[in-house]
């Protein structure tokens, strides 16, 4: 498993544990040719991510997607993609990099022919305001002064 390469059968092989330590270098300039985004990822790490975490079939759904290295990695493999970013000029780089591979993507208009019946929505309250606001110190000072009392 040299430079991010590896056998898809030995990713996800049943009773194995996968490797802690990834050896997977920078984009690739080839991954780069439509255009540049300041935090590209590799194009193997997200094929790595996608194949240990996911499906054949599965929707990916990547909410800042970028350049979509991602979606690239998702529909490679045989996943569905929907990406979403705020920046105009990078989702004009995603469709530029979905085009080179000839792959069907869905637009806008068309997604309400996903079927998502499936997909559990959840909400994540923010746990800082379940966190006390005593900072480390503090609180090894008040452990200090209640020893000393008692």
Not at 82 to 108: C, M, P, T, W
Not at 119 to 132: D, G, H, T
Request: proline share 5%; with cysteine.
């Amino acid at each position: 498993m040299k430079k991010g390469q590896w056998k898809e059968d030995l990713l996800k092989k049943d009773g194995s544990q996968m490797r802690s330590v990834w050896s997977i270098g920078t984009p690739n300039p080839s991954e780069k040719i439509f255009g540049k985004h300041p935090t590209q990822k590799p194009l193997d790490l997200l094929k790595r991510i996608v194949l240990a975490s996911t499906e054949a079939g599965d929707i990916i759904l990547d909410p800042f997607t970028g350049s979509s290295t991602t979606g690239i990695a998702a529909v490679t493999n045989g996943r569905m993609f929907i990406g979403i970013d705020k920046e105009k000029r990078y989702l004009e780089l995603s469709v530029k990099r979905f085009e080179n591979l000839n792959e069907y993507k869905i637009g806008a208009a068309e997604t309400d022919k996903i079927n998502c019946s499936s997909v559990q929505p959840f909400l994540l309250e923010p746990k800082a305001k379940y966190v006390s606001r005593k900072r480390t110190s503090q609180k090894k000072n008040s452990k200090k002064v209640k020893n000393n009392v008692s």
